[in-house]
């Protein structure tokens, strides 16, 4: 898979684009949480104004919530996957394959990095799905914002999720590092 066949090229683009996309997402986290806060005390001085007809506690209050999430982003993804596979867990994992070309690993990791691209996306989602549940939006739950973040955190950490799976099972075929 070198050259410029579709593997290499995923591999490349992978290699190219994950340190300035994760960046990327960690300034739009500061700029959100920055929104979101902004957002809470708008919010906070048309309580005041009007305590019977103004917005609800709740969504306030996760206005502010939404603020520090945004702000220690990597750390929230982080604290999940140690709650969810443990502390100090190896980011590899097993996976069984047919025939193996000279990069196949790296195309692995290529394609498990678009994977946790997709789970930081989903967590930031299921954030602000929780925000809107909190205000009432229709289409908007606690349940779906759970969902969301459970499944960007393992989508983020996926290469733990594959080796928690397959140690269960007991499968041990090809490292995934």
């Known amino acids: 898979m070198q050259g410029t066949d579709l593997g290499g090229a995923m591999i490349s683009l992978v290699r190219d684009l994950d340190p300035a996309l994760m960046g990327l997402i960690a300034a739009c986290c500061y700029l959100l949480g920055l929104a979101a806060f902004v957002q809470g005390c708008a919010r906070l001085l048309r309580l005041s104004e009007d305590r019977f007809n103004g917005p609800s506690v709740a969504g306030t209050a996760l206005c502010f919530l939404v603020c520090l999430v945004m702000a ?9 996957g140690e709650s969810l596979f443990g502390q100090g867990t190896a980011a590899s994992a097993s996976l069984g394959h047919g025939s193996r070309g000279a990069d196949y690993d790296a195309l692995l990791g290529a394609v498990l990095a678009v994977v946790g691209w997709v789970g930081v996306l ?11 549940a909190a205000d009432g939006v229709p289409g908007a739950g606690a349940g779906r914002s759970a969902m969301h973040m459970l499944g960007g955190v393992c989508a983020w950490h996926i290469e733990s999720l594959i080796a928690a799976v397959q140690t269960s099972l007991g499968i041990q075929v090809l490292r995934i590092t």
């Open 122 to 132: 989903a967590f930031l989602r299921g954030v602000f799905v929780l925000r809107a």
């Open 72 to 80: 220690s982003f990597p750390s929230w993804l982080a604290a999940g």
